[in-house]
């Protein structure tokens, strides 16, 4: 596995289009009681929104697309909605696995899936090794998935395969590779629909230095469209990392000559 470097401890390169793109798909409820619809008709047109998009960060070029689908505080909704989102997981695994392949998308989950059915567990794992080739854009869904969880999951992993290890050998580079997206760079983009200005225990720690739009739109009505205003605004930033204005300007100049 690729090990991809840490925006705190190296300055990664930047492109107008982001390599890496993580999405909280919020609004899908709201878009239902506005339409006198039950709350889980969102659900299900969120799907659609979720096909749209992946095709297009495929044909915009974008590497890595990762969407927070159940978080593990959605646990607390109502059981019918959470049995429907369950039905729903398992109905889209078993719809979307071959289009994904025949796209050559790669299909990866992370959150804890031990809490799920034995069905979704098993599908997701016919559902990855169907996909594992898939080179044209790596698919994640963020499921029963916490930032905390992430963190602490992998501290507890590390500690395991290390029992000796001391305090001080502890490093961002010993820790990274038991993060659940140790296989991806850390999402230049992150994109949050439905109005809510928050991160909602999302990839806490890879989110460091990502881009953070937020957008009226709610997720059903999120389409190409709404994606490329997103690309448009990340377009325009300038991505610091910690220097100055001044110092970004120098290297343009020293890297033109
Ligand atoms: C996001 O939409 C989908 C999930 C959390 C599963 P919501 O269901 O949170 O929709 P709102 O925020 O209530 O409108
Ligand atoms: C975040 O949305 C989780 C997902 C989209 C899966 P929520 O709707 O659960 O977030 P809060 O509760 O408004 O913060
Ligand atoms: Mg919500």
New binding site residues.
């Given amino acids: 596995m690729i090990k991809h470097l840490s925006s705190t401890q190296a300055i990664p390169e930047v492109s107008a289009i982001p390599r890496h793109v993580a999405i909280i798909?919020?609004?899908?409820?709201?878009?239902a009681s506005k339409r006198m619809m039950p709350?889980v008709a969102?659900?299900s047109e969120?799907l659609s929104a979720v096909r749209k998009i992946v095709q297009e960060c495929r044909r915009l070029g974008v590497e890595y697309l990762t969407v927070f689908?159940?978080?593990s505080e959605?646990w607390r909704r109502p059981p019918e909605e959470v049995g429907f989102?369950m039905k729903l997981f398992l109905k889209s695994l078993k719809g979307e696995v071959s289009r994904l392949a025949d796209n050559d998308i790669c299909l990866r989950l992370i959150g804890d899936l031990t809490r799920f059915d034995q069905a979704i567990q098993e599908m997701v794992q016919f559902s990855e090794q169907k996909t594992a080739g898939g080179k044209s854009l790596t698919f994640t869904i963020a499921a029963n998935y916490g930032g905390r969880w992430d963190i602490l999951q992998a501290m507890q992993r590390c500690l395991a395969d290390n029992p000796n290890i001391k305090p001080e050998d502890i490093s961002e580079g010993v820790l990274q590779p038991y993060l659940s997206m140790a296989y991806a760079p850390e999402p230049d983009l992150f994109i949050r629909t439905?109005g809510e200005q928050r991160i909602s225990n999302f990839l806490l720690w890879q989110l460091a230095y990502t881009e953070l739009y937020f957008t009226d739109v709610?997720?059903p009505d999120f389409d190409e469209l709404e994606l490329q205003k997103a690309f448009d605004w990340f377009s325009q930033r300038e991505r610091r990392f910690g220097r100055t204005s001044a110092q970004l300007a120098s290297q343009v100049t020293s890297d033109a000559v």
């Fill in positions: 798909m919020d609004g899908n409820g709201r878009w709350r969102g659900h969120g689908a159940f978080s959605n989102l439905g709610l997720w």
